[in-house]
C-alpha cells in the first residue's frame, strides 16, 4: 500500500449527513481519517463508502538527481581509456521511482565549478529536494560540497557509516541537499538510509523507515568495528526464522553487491566479527525470500 | 525496490567486449543478471553500467476490476434506502495500483445474469487477470460463482480463511478470475493474502509474499478456532521488538478495521485466544511505526 500511501489527507475527513454505511463503520458527522493519515487501498475504499470523491492530500515531492565526475560518460555511450559509465544516474532516478516520489532528471556534469553550479541552481529551482552524486570526497576536483557551502548551508559533511562517509546533506534556497558518494553502492546504501526516509518526511508519511527485523546470520561476518556499517544480504524465511547470507565481497564500487540484495545488515560500532548463527539487525528492502508456498 | 521489482528480464543479459568496469564488477563477457531477477535501483545501475540501456522484461499485468450488487450505487452518488455506496471497485482499484500492476475498471453491475456474463466476459478479453467483488455468497442473487461454473472452471469456492470464506477462484478462457467476497474487510484480505502473490507470480516475481515477522501481541486476542484468521493491526517497534495492537472490531464490514493497520496477524487453527505478550506471525503490510528517530 506504498503508492497511495503518499498521498495524505491535510485536514481530517468528516461524514456529511448522506452517509449509508455498511453496518458498523461510520455514523453521520463522524470523523473517518485524521490528518496525516496515508491513503492506501482502505482508506480508498473508506472515502468512498462516505462519498467523498476527492481530499485535500499532499502532493508527491519531485526529486532531482544530477550525475557528476570527469570519468563519467553516458550509460549509451561507449567510454574511452580512464572512463566509466554513469551507472549512478540511472540507478538514483530508479530509486526515486521506486521510494514512489518523482524524479527529475539533470543528467551528467562534469568536474566544472560553473557549469557544476548552475546545475545545482537549476535542480533546487525546478524541484523539492536535489540528489547530487560523486564529488564529495576530499579530492581537488570534488567540487560539490564546497559548492554547497558557497551556495548555502552544509549541515553535515561526513558520517560515521560505511559505505557512506563523505555523506553530505545540505539547503540550499531552502531545498533540501543530499550530496551523495560517488562509488555506486555508496550513493545507493546512502539513498537508503538517510534520503529516503527524509524524503517520506516531506511528503507527510509517519512510517519512514523500513520494516527491521532481527535475523540469524548464516555465516561468519567481518566488520569495521569503527563504524556503523550496512552489509547488503539475502534474507530468507524457513520454518518461521528470518537467516542472512551476505551478498559476497561487500566493496564499494560493487554493484554486484546490491543487485538481488532484500535487505541490509545493520552491524554496530565496537564489534569486528559475528559468528554464524548471531543475531542482527536488518532492514528489509523488499520482500524475503520464502522456500515454498506457506 | 517494489516498483521496478516488476520489470524482470526474460534472459540472462551479458556484458560485452566494451566493459571497462568500476574495478571490481564486471569482466567481458560475463554474466551478470540471471533469467528472473527482479530489476530494482541497483540492478538498473548494474545494467547501465555495462551500457545495457534496454533489456527484453515482463510486462505489468492487467487486471480487471468489477463490483456487483443491486445494493451498490456510484461513491459519488447519494445512496437511497436499502442501498449503500460502492466501496470494494475503488479500494480494489487502490490495491491492484499499490500492488504495481495495471487496473482495468469495469464499473459496476447489478445481480443481472446477462449483464453479469456480459461484463465477466469482458473483463477476460481485455485484461491478464479479473478480479469481481461480490455475488459469490450462498444468496438466490449471487450470480458470480454459478456464471463462472458456467464460463469456465471453478478451482475452488470456497477457503477456511476469515475473513474471505466465500473466495472463489475460476479460470475462464484462460485468464484466472478471482471471485473476491462482498464484504469490504473480506475483499481486501482476500486480495492480500490470495490474488496479490498470484499477481506477483504471473508478474514473474520470485519473492511473492508480503514479510512475515513474529510479533508480540499487546493485548488478549480471541479468535474463531475453527479457520486461520487474519486479524487487522498496528505492529510498533520499540527497542528492538515488535509488538501488535489489533485495530478494534474485527467485523467483515467494518472497514475502519483495516484503515491505519500495518499487518494482518495471521492466527492459526485450534486455538481460540491468545494471551497479551504471546508470540505470533505478522504479514507486514506497510512499514511498522517507528516511537522516534532510530
Given at each position: ?215 540469524r546470520l548464516e555465516h561468519h561476518v ?52 559475528f559468528a554464524a548463527g548471531t ?16
Amino acid at each position: 500500500m506504498e503508492r497511495e500511501g503518499l498521498v495524505l489527507p491535510l485536514e481530517a475527513v468528516r461524514s456529511g449527513q448522506n452517509v449509508r454505511p455498511i453496518g458498523q463503520d461510520v455514523t453521520a458527522g463522524e470523523t473517518v481519517l485524521v490528518r496525516g493519515v496515508s491513503l492506501g487501498p482502505a482508506e480508498i475504499g473508506l472515502l468512498a463508502s462516505i462519498g467523498r470523491a476527492t481530499v485535500l492530500a499532499h502532493p508527491k515531492p519531485r526529486v532531482a538527481v544530477l550525475a557528476t565526475g570527469d570519468e563519467l560518460v553516458p550509460h549509451d555511450s561507449v567510454p574511452g581509456p580512464g572512463q566509466i559509465r554513469n551507472s549512478n544516474g540511472p540507478a538514483i532516478e530508479a530509486a526515486v521511482l521506486s521510494a514512489g516520489f518523482h524524479p527529475v532528471s539533470l543528467g551528467l556534469v562534469g568536474d566544472n565549478m560553473d557549469l557544476l553550479r548552475a546545475a545545482i541552481l537549476d535542480g533546487v529551482a525546478r524541484a523539492d529536494a536535489l540528489l547530487t552524486c560523486g564529488g564529495v570526497s576530499m579530492g581537488e576536483r570534488d567540487y560539490v560540497k564546497p559548492l554547497l557551502a558557497e551556495l548555502g548551508t552544509v549541515h553535515f559533511g561526513r558520517v560515521a557509516v560505511k559505505p557512506g562517509k563523505p555523506l553530505t546533506f545540505a539547503e540550499v534556497r531552502g531545498v533540501p541537499v543530499f550530496g551523495l558518494p560517488g562509488f555506486p553502492v555508496s550513493s545507493l546504501v546512502s539513498f537508503e538510509v538517510f534520503a529516503r526516509p527524509a524524503l517520506r518526511l516531506m511528503a507527510g508519511l509517519r512510517r519512514l523507515w523500513r520494516p527491521e527485523v532481527e535475523v540469524r546470520l548464516e555465516h561468519h561476518v567481518r566488520h569495521d568495528p569503527d563504524r556503523v556499517e550496512f552489509q547488503r544480504a539475502v534474507v530468507t524465511r524457513r520454518e518461521g526464522v528470518l537467516w542472512a547470507a551476505t551478498t559476497g565481497v561487500q566493496a564499494s564500487g560493487r554493484l554486484r553487491s546490491l543487485a538481488g540484495a532484500n535487505a541490509l545488515l545493520r552491524l554496530p560500532v565496537g564489534h569486528s566479527a559475528f559468528a554464524a548463527g548471531t543475531e542482527v539487525t536488518a532492514l528489509l528492502i523488499e520482500q524475503p525470500e520464502v522456500d515454498r508456498l506457506p
